[in-house]
C-alpha cells in the first residue's frame, strides 16, 4: 500500500518569495513551515525604500 | 476681498474608475488644487440627484461626479 | 520558526524528515511586549546590518521597526554579558521578565511533504575592487546602502546626505554591472537583471529627496536592460526627466575637493578621456547566492548550476533536482520582485500539486472571535493617523490633524503611527478597541482600495464587525497631489478625517454572503503557457475546461526550436500536448471561444462556441493565455525580398533547408524592429536572446559565415549574458544603432545591403547581407471580447494589467481571474510556464474553498418601497425583481434583491425617488453626512 504523502511543506527564507509561496499555499489548505535565517522575515524587499514604476513604498 | 476666491468643490469618485484614477495621480505625484473634498462611491450611477442639489445649496461651490 | 536553519534532510517526495536548528533569542516571544526597554538600556552598539552597517543598533534589537514577529532578540557576538559574563542591565530593566540568558539552541524535526527553498541573494561585495575606491572614498557607496540612505525608516529618516560630511549631495552618478557581467575581475558572468531598473529608480526617486529638487544624475551603463512591462516608458520618462545616460564604464575613481566626493575618469563614446567630478558615486552592484544557499543546498542534496544558483530546466523552471524540492526567488536565478513573486507561486504550485491527495489534511483554520454586538451602541470613535513614514508627513501636518481628530463628535481615542499598516500597529489597534471599547475606526492613511481589507481583519480580530471602519485617503488623494502647499494639504486633510467620522458614525455591522465555489477551472488559449496551467490545476484535482481558438494544441512553441537554456523544444511540446489529451481532469476544446461570460470568483458562468455550436459552463476561476504573435515588419524592405525574414522565418527555413547557412557569406540581424519606437514603447524582451541564439546556430553551421547584430541595447539578462558572450567569442559582430539613426536596407539588383552608423568611426558602414533578419516586436493576440466580457483591463499596449505589478502580478483585477505567458507580456518559454504554473497555483487558491464569501456591499430595500419598480429596468444584473408580498391581511407589492447578482452599484438607489432601496455601507444618509462634513468649515 503507497502511504499518503504528508500535507505539510516547508519553506525556508522568509523574503518575499518564501512569503509568497507559504501564503499560497497556507491559504490552499496545506500546513506550512517557514524558517528564517535572522531574527525576522521580510527580506531584501523590506530594505528598499520604494519600487518602481510606481514609486510605492516597499513595506 | 484680501484672500483670492477658494472654491469648494464636492467629487463623487467611482471606486472602479476615477477614484482609482485619483489614487493612481498620487502615485504619479501628479500636483493639482486643494479644493476638491473625494467621496468614495461604488458608481457615479449611485449618486442621488438630491445629494446633488443638497450640497449645492448647502454651500459647494461645485460639484464633480466623476465616473 | 527565525533564527533557524536547516541542517539536514532525509527521506522523499511526500515524506521528508527535516531538521532545523533554531538559535537562541534569549528573548522569551510570549512574554516579549517589544516596548524596546532593552534595546534602549543596552550600552553596546553594533553595526547595523539591515541598513547595511551604515547605522547603529544595540545587542538587543529588533531587525527594523515594522518587522514581524515583532520580538526583541539579543545577538550573542556583541552582547556583553554573553561574550565578557557582565552586565545583564536589558534583564533588569525588561518590565516582563521577558529576557532569558539561560536560552539554549534547540533541534527540531519536522514531517513535511514538499521543500520549498527560498534563501534569497547577497548583493557582490565590492571590496575587491579597487578601481571603484569601495571603502577607500567615503561618498563610494553600494546600491544598498544608498537604498537605505534613502529610506524613510534608513540611518537619515530618509534626509538623503553623504557619508563624508553629511551634506545633501547635488550630483551624484550610478556605476552599472558592478560584480555582473564581468569575466576578468570576479566570478559572475552573468547579467543580475534588475540593476539597470533600480539605478534607475534611485536616480527619479532622489529628486524627491532633495530640498528643491534640483539634482544631477548620471548613469554609467554598459547596455540599459528595461525590458520587463512597463520599464521601458520608465527609462524613457527618466531621460526626459533629465537623467542623463552615458554609455561608458569608469575606470578610475579619485578622491574629490577635500576628500570628498568622487572624480571620475572615463572614455566617452567618441573615444575622448573625460574627467568628471561627483557629490557621491552609487555602485550598482549584482545578486550572487550567498553562502547559506550552497549550504542550504548541501542540507537539501540538490545541484546548483555554474553561478551557483539552483539547477533547473527550461520546462520545469522551479523543480530542483531532487523529487519534491522546489526553488525560488533569487536562489533560482537573479531576478526582479514580480518575478520572484511569481515564482513563488509556481513553487507553490508545484508543491500542491505533488500533495495534492494530502490537501487539508493538517491545515488550521483562522479562528477569530465572536463579534461584540456594537448596532444600539452610540458610537465610540478611534482615529489612527499614518504618517507613511515620510510619505504623509512630509507634506501633511499629520500632529495638527490629530489634534484636530480630537475635537470631532464621538471621537475617543486618536493616534499617530509611522506605519499604520505595520504588523505591530495592526496588534496596537485591536488592543486599543478593546481596551476603550470602540465601535468605529477611523483610518487616515492612504487607499481603502489597497488597505481596507487589512484593516477589516484587524477588527475581525478584535471581536467587532469588519464595515465598521473607513478610511480617510490622506496619502494618494492629498499629500502626494499636494507637495507644494503643506497648510492647505493640512486643511484638507482635517476636512478628509471629519468626513470619514462622520460617515463611520451611520456605519453598521454588515453579513457577508456565502457562495459555492465551483471547483472547476476555465482557461483561455492552448499554448503552451495554457496547457501548463492546465495540466497544473488538473494535477490538483480540479477539472479544467480548455478552450483553444485555432484547431490544434501548442500555439507559439511550434515555431520555437530551443528554450534560451538549449533544451529543444518540440519533444517536451508534443509530450505536453499528449499529457493534457490523456489527463483525466481536462475537456479539450479547440476551435472555440468563449462567446459570453457572467458571474464573479467562485461562481461564473459563461457560454463556449465550439465550431459554430454553443454549451453552457460554470467554472470558479478562469486563466487567461491567449497569447502574442510577432509582427509583421513595416520597414527595412519587409515583404519584398525572400531573404528578408523574420525570426520565426529564419527558424523555418533552417529546419525546412539546413544548408542554407554553408551556402551564404554573410547575415545582418537588426534588432528592436517594431520595438521601442514611438507607436510601439516597449521592449519585446525575447528577441535579443533569440538573435544570439540564431547567430549561435548559424556558426555551428557554418563557422566562417560573417554575422552582423545592429542592436540598440542588448538585453541578454540573467544567464543569457553567457550566451552573447559566447556570440562574440565566436566572432558575430554586434555594432550599435540608435533610433534617430536606424540602419538603411537597400537592393541594387540581387544584392542587399545595410547601411549603419558605426558608433566608433562615427561613419557609415555599408555591409552585404545574403540574409536579413528582423527581430519583430511580440504583439498581444487581440483580447477586447474578453476584456468587455470580464470587465477586465488591458494596459496601452493591449496586455492584460495585472492587479499589482509587484504584489500580485498573476491576479487580474477582476477576482478569480489570473494571467499567463505572452499575454501579460512578452516572455520567454521558461517564464511562461514558470507563470502559467503560478496563475494555476493562485487559481488554485480560489478553487480549494468550498464556499466564499461575498462583500457585504449590497442593495437592500427598505420600508418605504411602494413597489413602483423604476428600479428593476436600471439594474444592469438584473438583480431586482418584484414580487407580491403578504402585509397587513393585503398583499402589496414591494421589490426583493439578489444579493448574489448584485454588485452593489447603487443605481437603483439613486434612481429611487422615496428612499426605498440602499447600498450597504454607501445609504443616502452616509453620502448626507459626508457631504456635511465637507461644507462644515474646519475649525
Known amino acids: 500500500m503507497k502511504q499518503d504523502p504528508c500535507g505539510s511543506v516547508l519553506v525556508v527564507g522568509g523574503g518575499v518569495a518564501g512569503m509568497q509561496a507559504a501564503l499560497d499555499l497556507a491559504d490552499s489548505g496545506y500546513r506550512v513551515h517557514l524558517v528564517e535565517r535572522t531574527a525576522a522575515i521580510g527580506g531584501a524587499m523590506a530594505q528598499l525604500d520604494k519600487t518602481f514604476p510606481t514609486n510605492d513604498c516597499a513595506m | ?67 | 520558526m527565525t533564527l533557524s536553519e536547516v541542517v539536514h534532510v532525509s527521506g522523499s517526495l511526500g515524506n521528508f524528515q527535516v531538521t532545523i536548528r533554531q538559535k537562541p533569542r534569549y528573548v522569551d516571544m510570549e512574554k516579549c511586549i517589544a516596548c524596546g526597554l532593552c534595546a534602549e538600556k543596552c550600552p553596546k552598539k553594533v553595526d547595523d546590518p539591515f541598513n547595511a552597517g551604515m547605522g547603529k543598533r544595540k545587542a538587543a534589537y529588533i531587525p527594523y521597526g515594522q518587522a514581524v514577529p515583532l520580538k526583541y532578540a539579543i545577538d550573542p557576538q556583541h552582547c556583553i554579558y554573553l561574550t565578557r559574563g557582565k552586565c545583564r542591565a536589558c534583564e533588569k530593566f525588561c518590565p516582563t521578565g521577558a529576557i532569558h540568558f539561560e536560552d539554549t539552541e534547540r533541534t527540531v524535526t519536522v514531517t513535511v511533504g514538499a521543500v520549498i527553498a527560498a534563501p534569497g541573494f547577497e548583493a557582490f561585495h565590492p571590496q575587491g575592487l579597487d578601481v571603484y575606491g569601495y571603502g577607500r572614498l567615503r561618498d563610494v557607496v553600494t546600491s544598498m546602502e544608498y537604498e537605505r540612505l534613502l529610506a524613510s525608516n534608513g540611518p537619515h529618516m530618509g534626509h538623503l546626505v553623504r557619508p563624508s560630511d553629511h551634506e545633501e549631495p547635488k550630483k551624484i552618478a550610478w556605476i552599472q554591472c558592478v560584480g555582473s557581467r564581468n569575466i576578468n575581475r570576479c566570478d559572475n558572468p552573468y547579467c543580475s537583471s534588475v540593476c539597470c531598473m533600480y539605478a534607475i529608480k534611485q536616480a527619479l526617486v532622489t529628486a524627491e529627496h532633495l530640498s528643491g529638487g534640483d539634482v544631477e544624475q548620471a548613469i554609467f551603463y554598459m547596455d540599459i536592460r528595461s525590458h520587463g512591462k512597463e520599464f521601458e516608458r520608465y527609462y524613457e520618462s527618466a531621460k526626459e526627466k533629465g537623467v542623463r545616460f552615458i554609455q561608458a564604464r569608469p575606470h578610475s575613481l579619485f578622491p574629490g575637493d577635500k576628500g570628498k566626493g568622487a572624480v571620475l575618469e572615463y572614455v566617452s563614446r567618441d573615444g575622448r578621456p573625460v574627467r568628471e567630478a561627483f557629490d557621491m558615486v552609487v555602485l550598482s552592484v549584482g545578486l550572487q547566492a550567498p553562502r547559506t544557499a550552497q549550504e542550504l543546498a548541501q542540507a537539501l542534496g540538490i545541484q546548483l548550476n555554474e553561478s551557483g544558483f539552483a539547477r533547473t530546466s527550461a520546462f520545469e523552471p522551479v523543480t530542483a533536482t531532487h523529487p519534491g524540492i522546489f526553488v525560488t526567488g533569487a536562489f533560482q536565478s537573479p531576478k526582479d520582485i514580480p518575478q520572484a513573486v511569481t515564482e513563488a507561486s509556481t513553487a507553490a504550485c508545484e508543491a500542491a500539486r505533488a500533495l495534492a491527495p494530502a490537501r487539508g489534511s493538517q491545515a488550521r483554520e483562522k479562528t477569530y472571535p465572536v463579534e461584540r454586538d456594537v448596532r444600539h451602541q452610540e458610537p465610540v470613535i478611534g482615529v489612527f493617523v499614518c504618517s507613511c513614514g515620510i510619505n504623509i508627513a512630509n507634506t501633511v501636518d499629520v500632529q495638527a490633524v490629530v489634534e484636530y481628530a480630537h475635537t470631532l463628535p464621538h471621537v475617543a481615542l486618536v493616534e499617530n503611527n509611522l506605519f499604520t499598516c505595520s504588523a505591530d500597529t495592526q496588534n496596537l489597534i485591536a488592543q486599543k478597541i478593546k481596551e476603550h471599547g470602540l465601535n468605529r475606526i477611523v483610518i487616515a492613511a492612504c487607499t481603502p482600495r489597497t488597505h481596507e481589507p487589512l484593516f477589516q481583519d484587524t477588527l475581525r480580530e478584535a471581536g467587532i464587525n469588519p464595515y465598521l471602519v473607513e478610511m480617510a485617503n490622506i496619502r494618494n488623494q492629498n499629500a502626494w497631489v499636494h507637495q507644494q502647499d503643506r497648510e492647505k494639504a493640512t486643511e484638507k486633510a482635517k476636512d478628509q478625517v471629519r468626513m470619514a467620522v462622520a460617515k463611520v458614525a451611520l456605519n453598521e455591522p454588515l453579513e457577508r454572503l456565502k457562495v459555492n465555489v465551483i471547483q472547476q477551472a476555465l482557461v483561455i488559449g492552448g499554448g503552451i503557457a495554457g496547457m501548463n496551467a492546465a495540466l497544473a490545476l488538473a494535477d490538483q484535482g480540479f477539472p479544467v475546461i480548455l478552450v483553444e481558438k485555432s484547431d490544434r494544441l501548442g500555439g507559439n512553441a511550434w515555431k520555437l526550436p530551443t528554450a534560451d537554456t538549449g533544451e529543444p523544444v518540440q519533444p517536451q511540446l508534443e509530450a505536453t500536448i499528449r499529457k493534457v489529451n490523456a489527463h483525466p481532469h481536462i475537456t479539450v476544446h479547440t476551435r472555440a471561444t468563449l462567446a459570453q461570460a457572467s458571474g464573479s470568483v467562485g461562481n461564473f458562468q459563461g457560454i463556449l462556441d465550439v465550431d459554430g455550436t454553443q454549451q453552457e459552463i460554470r467554472f470558479g476561476a478562469a486563466v487567461l493565455a491567449t497569447g502574442a504573435r510577432e509582427s509583421q515588419p513595416v520597414e527595412y524592405l519587409y515583404g519584398q525580398d525572400p531573404r528578408i525574414l523574420t525570426h520565426q522565418q529564419l527558424d523555418e527555413m533552417l529546419q525546412k533547408r539546413p544548408e542554407a547557412p554553408a551556402q551564404a557569406r554573410s547575415v545582418v540581424f537588426i534588432q528592436c524592429v517594431g520595438s521601442r519606437e514611438p507607436q510601439r514603447p516597449y521592449c519585446s524582451r525575447v528577441c535579443c536572446t533569440h538573435t544570439v541564439k540564431a547567430a549561435l546556430r548559424l556558426k555551428e553551421a557554418n563557422p566562417d559565415l560573417d554575422i552582423y547584430v545592429l542592436y540598440r541595447d542588448m538585453r541578454t539578462y540573467g544567464e543569457r549574458e553567457r550566451l552573447y558572450q559566447e556570440a562574440r567569442r565566436r566572432g558575430v559582430l554586434f555594432i550599435q544603432y540608435s533610433l534617430e539613426d536606424k540602419p538603411q536596407v537597400e537592393k541594387n539588383g540581387q544584392d542587399l545591403c545595410v547601411t549603419v552608423t558605426d558608433p566608433i568611426l562615427g561613419r557609415p558602414l555599408k555591409i552585404p547581407a545574403d540574409y536579413l533578419v528582423l527581430a519583430a516586436a511580440m504583439e498581444p493576440n487581440p483580447a477586447q471580447d474578453l476584456v468587455e466580457m470580464f470587465k477586465c483591463g488591458t494596459n496601452e499596449d493591449g496586455f492584460f494589467t495585472e492587479a499589482h505589478p509587484k504584489l500580485r502580478p498573476v491576479d487580474l483585477s477582476v477576482d478569480g481571474l489570473f494571467v499567463a505567458g505572452l499575454c501579460h507580456y512578452p516572455k520567454p518559454l521558461d517564464e511562461s510556464i514558470a507563470q502559467a504554473k503560478a496563475a494555476a497555483g493562485r487559481a488554485g487558491v480560489v478553487l480549494a474553498q468550498d464556499e466564499m464569501r461575498l462583500d457585504a456591499i449590497k442593495s437592500f430595500v427598505t420600508d418605504k418601497c411602494d413597489g413602483c419598480a423604476l428600479c428593476v429596468d436600471v439594474c444592469p444584473y438584473q438583480a431586482i425583481r418584484l414580487e407580491s408580498v403578504e402585509e397587513g391581511g393585503r398583499a402589496v407589492r414591494r421589490i426583493a434583491t439578489d444579493p448574489a447578482l448584485c454588485k452593489g452599484c447603487g443605481l437603483c438607489a439613486a434612481t429611487c425617488p422615496k428612499g426605498g432601496v440602499m447600498v450597504h455601507g454607501f445609504t443616502l444618509n452616509q453620502l448626507e453626512a459626508q457631504v456635511e462634513a465637507a461644507l462644515a468649515k474646519a475649525v
Open chain 2, 1 to 67: 476681498m484680501s484672500e483670492s476666491f477658494e472654491p469648494v468643490i464636492i467629487g463623487f469618485l467611482c471606486n472602479w474608475c476615477a477614484y482609482a484614477g485619483a489614487d493612481l495621480a498620487g502615485v504619479s505625484r501628479l500636483q493639482y488644487p486643494p479644493n476638491m473634498r473625494p467621496i468614495r462611491v461604488m458608481c457615479s450611477g449611485m449618486v442621488h440627484p438630491d445629494l446633488v442639489v443638497n450640497a449645492l445649496s448647502k454651500g459647494a461651490d461645485g460639484v464633480l461626479v466623476m465616473g
